[in-house]
């Protein structure tokens, strides 16, 4: 190195990463509300990065298999940025991308991707002694929540009694998923419009339980196709409805543009996409009201952030949607048209046995921790033993 060069390397004072490790975990838990007792189980990779200066930084993504996460980060991307300066974000997402998304691959790179610089941003929130939401802009010290509580496995009378023990908790704002793998399930012998005049029901249920207070979210986790999803939003239009999640089979930008001319319901979409130019077409078609995009899954914060700036040019907010609310209120509290953050209850009991510290929303608010990075800190010991549990073999959900 030039001397020139040298002494400026030196200015700079450069952190270096030593070392990466990914753990895949699939936490099984029990969903213990109304005397249920449901035993289910979520996948996600945990990853630490840590630095010459003592500095660790933890990383987390979910919704993909954790075993392929794991190889991508331990035997690919963990040993390309050791030696690299993890406060510079912009420049190791940029490597990153190149070396395993090169011509705009949208899956388990973005994935792999996320948990690292979910984990550089922590080290960069510590290295400067501010928490990351403050880093990305600090809009707002809090941030509101909904709650995500109506799974499918919930009867109707299960999933009224579920809304109004949730609203009692404090929640003014509620989740429930609609179509139910409908177009995965369609050789079943369960027609899809078998499954929508369900689903109508369902949120009638919930609706008379809760009043007209409280909001109601649906999510379809993209599980219907175009001519369902709509009559499914026309018929809930008197209900109320203040957003329609993933109501369409792939996020189709075309089919969701028409939808959403054909119905008053605000439409949503965003948390499983990997890289900004599916936002870029959702916004510039005019496809959706609210974008979601995820920091364990968007490539983190620095991606998150972008399309973030995006969503603002065209007058559109952000929201969480695909859980993991410790890790996206940041994003939801650092940038100016960032909204709600999600609290996923399965999510969120897999984390409690992951991480120390949490905070909690109260009154359907989260105050943002204000310790530096992320605010809150892994249990390794616990995530250690997670580990050792059998493998998903399959594709987490949330
Ligand atoms: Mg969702």
Redesign the pocket.
């Known amino acids: 190195m030039p001397d020139a060069a040298a002494s400026i390397e030196r200015e700079h004072d450069p952190m270096k990463i030593t070392a990466v490790e990914a753990s895949p975990l699939n936490i099984p838990i029990s969903i213990d509300v109304l005397g249920l007792n449901k035993p289910m189980s979520l996948s996600m990779c945990f990853v630490a990065v840590h630095t010459d200066e003592g500095i660790s930084g933890y990383g987390f993504t979910a919704i993909t298999e954790e075993e392929v996460i794991t190889s991508i980060v331990e035997k690919v991307a963990g040993p390309a940025i050791i030696g690299d300066d993890p406060r510079l974000t912009e420049r190791v997402w940029d490597k990153l991308y190149w070396l395993l998304a090169p011509r705009g691959q949208t899956g388990y790179a973005a994935h792999a991707i996320a948990a690292l610089d979910i984990a550089l941003w922590d080290i960069k929130g510590k290295a400067l002694g501010q928490p990351v939401y403050k880093l990305l802009g600090g809009a707002r010290d809090r941030v509101p929540t909904y709650a ?1 509580f109506g799974f499918g496995f919930f009867d109707r009378d299960q999933l009224a009694e579920a809304a109004k023990l949730w609203v009692s908790n404090g929640h003014k704002r509620l ?1 429930m ?1 609609v179509g139910n793998s409908a177009l995965q399930r369609r050789d079943e012998p369960r027609r899809l419009p078998d499954v929508i005049a369900d689903d109508y029901e369902r949120v009638k249920a919930v609706r008379d339980a809760v009043g007209d207070e409280v909001e109601i979210y649906i ?1 379809a ?1 993209c599980s219907l196709d175009h001519y369902h999803a709509v009559k499914l939003a026309r018929r809930l239009e008197p209900l109320g409805i203040s957003f329609f ?2 109501p369409i089979t792939q996020n189709d930008v075309r089919q969701m543009a028409d939808m959403r001319r054909q119905t008053s319901i605000p439409l949503a ?1 965003g ?2 996409e990997g890289l900004s130019f599916r936002f870029r077409d959702l916004l510039a078609a005019n496809a959706v009201d609210v974008v ?1 995009p995820n920091v364990a899954i968007t490539g983190g914060y620095t991606q998150c952030a972008k399309i973030a700036g995006m969503a603002q040019a065209f007058n559109v907010n952000i929201a969480n ?3 993991w609310i410790h890790h996206n209120m940041h994003l939801q509290a650092g940038m100016a048209n960032g909204t709600l953050a ?1 609290y ?1 209850y399965v999510a969120v009991e897999c984390c409690k046995k992951m991480y120390k510290d949490l905070p909690a929303p109260k009154d359907g608010w989260l105050d943002l921790p204000q310790a530096p990075g992320l605010g809150f800190e892994p249990d390794l010991d616990a995530i250690a033993e997670l580990a050792k549990l059998p493998a998903s073999g399959g594709h987490g959900k ?1």
């Open positions: 995500t989740k998923t999510d986790n999640e993933e979409c948390q499983n979601q949607g695909g859980a999600e996923h949330g």
